[in-house]
Every structure is written in C-alpha cells, then in structure tokens.
C-alpha cells in the first residue's frame, strides 16, 4: 500500500471548515483513499473513502486532486465533538488489511 | 446495535499470564481483522479472517499469539505468557468482500500487562 503523509495537528474554529490534507505521491490506479477518525479511547471510525472523483456524505467531503498525488477531507461546519485523530489510508480495495500512518490531531476550539 | 463488539473492554493482568480477547463482527460481514494501537501510533495490522480461513498474519504476530474464527463468525485473539510490551489497544475490523471493501472498526479491548 502507498505511504501516505499528514501534518501531525490542526486546529480549526468551531462553525468553520476544517480541511485535512493528505499527500500519496506513490498511489497506485487501482489504490482508493479512504478516511477513518479516532476520537479517544475509541475504536477508528469510517468516514469515507473515493477513487478518483470527489465524494461526500453526510459527515464530509473528499477532493482528490486529479493526478490523485493528493486528496483534502472537508468537515464543512466542525463542532467540538470532531476532535480526533484522522488517518488518511490509500489501499487496493478488497485486498485486506489497511497500513495507518501516524495521522492528523484535529482540535476544534470554541 | 449491530456494530462491530469486543469482549472485554478492559483487561489487566499479569505479566506471564494468558488472556483471550473476543470480537464478533456485524453479522453478514465475511472478513474480519485483528490490529493492535499503542499509545500515539496508528493501528497496525495483525491478521485477517475471511471465513474461517487466516489469510494474512503478520510479523507483529509472535507465536506467542493465535487467532481462531472457527465458524466463520466471532473470532478470538489470545496471547499467552504475557509481557509488558503486549499493553496496547487490541482492535477488531470486519468487512464484506467485495470490489469495494470497507473495513469498520469495534471500540477495542484495552489490554494493561503488569
């Protein structure tokens, strides 16, 4: 699986946008970016995952830059309640496990 | 809820002692994964189960642990002759095998070695 890289920490204003980027230079065509969060003591949380095309949910967003070496998730409103670590994976969908990197410490401050 | 559970949530013990910890995965998942969490890391794979069969272990996994899903359904993890070094987060994953899988985690059992 390729390595991905993020900023260990960010903080964002409640209300606003937090936007958590994620550089995978090495990503493969058939490699999905898939997001995951951890709030403490828990276990990881899906978030949402694309290939290729920008996706969103009822929790985010991802944009994926269109050479793909890239990709931002998007909290358009953050609340406190979105303080957690965030990983950024990319895997070979269906080819078992998932490699986490270190991830980013969100902090959502009133 | 039809989550991901795991069985205990917290376990202490003693450094030399064996200890078994359970997962059972949403119900019509086929895959189903073991990594383990310290402090400030990211979770790091330690096995996967499609079915009853382990297809991948890794070399985080001594001899000292093994993993059964022995129905296809809830899977054990058990170390035995504990050490210091095996306190972590032991996390499970399950998921459906399919050309886009996603993985979903439980909430982990927390494992403290004295």
């Known amino acids: 699986d390729a390595k991905t890289t993020q900023p260990p920490s960010m903080d964002c204003a409640e209300g606003r946008a937090a936007n958590l980027p994620c550089n995978h230079s090495?990503?493969?065509?058939?490699?999905?970016v898939y997001w995951y969060r951890q709030i403490h003591s828990q276990g990881p949380q899906y978030i949402i995952h694309?290939?290729?095309n920008n996706e969103t949910n009822e929790m985010a967003s991802l944009i994926i830059t269109e050479d793909r070496k890239s990709s931002t998730l998007i909290l358009p409103h953050a609340t406190l309640r979105d303080t957690a670590v965030y990983y950024c994976?990319?895997?070979?969908?269906?080819?078992?496990?998932?490699?986490f990197g270190d991830g980013t410490t969100l902090t959502v401050k009133p | 809820d039809t989550g991901v559970s795991q069985n205990p949530r917290h376990k202490i013990t003693k450094r030399g002692q064996n200890v078994t910890f359970r997962c059972d995965p949403i119900?019509?998942?086929?895959?189903l994964y073991w990594y383990r969490q310290t402090l400030g890391q990211g979770p790091e794979f330690l096995t996967y189960?499609?079915?009853?069969?382990?297809?991948?272990k890794s070399r985080l996994l001594s001899d000292r642990f093994s993993a059964e899903r022995p129905k296809g359904s809830f899977s054990t993890l058990e170390i035995q002759r504990t050490e210091q070094g095996d306190s972590a987060m032991y996390l499970c994953?399950?998921?459906?095998?399919?050309?886009?899988?996603?993985?979903?985690f439980g909430p982990g059992t927390r494992l403290l070695v004295l």
């Open positions: 994953a399950s998921s459906l095998a399919g050309y886009v899988e996603t993985q979903y």
């Open positions: 090495t990503i493969s065509g058939n490699e999905y």
């Open positions: 694309g290939l290729k």
């Open positions: 994976i990319v895997r070979v969908t269906n080819a078992g496990k998932s490699t």
């Open positions: 119900s019509e998942h086929n895959r």
């Open positions: 189960f499609q079915n009853e069969a382990q297809l991948e």
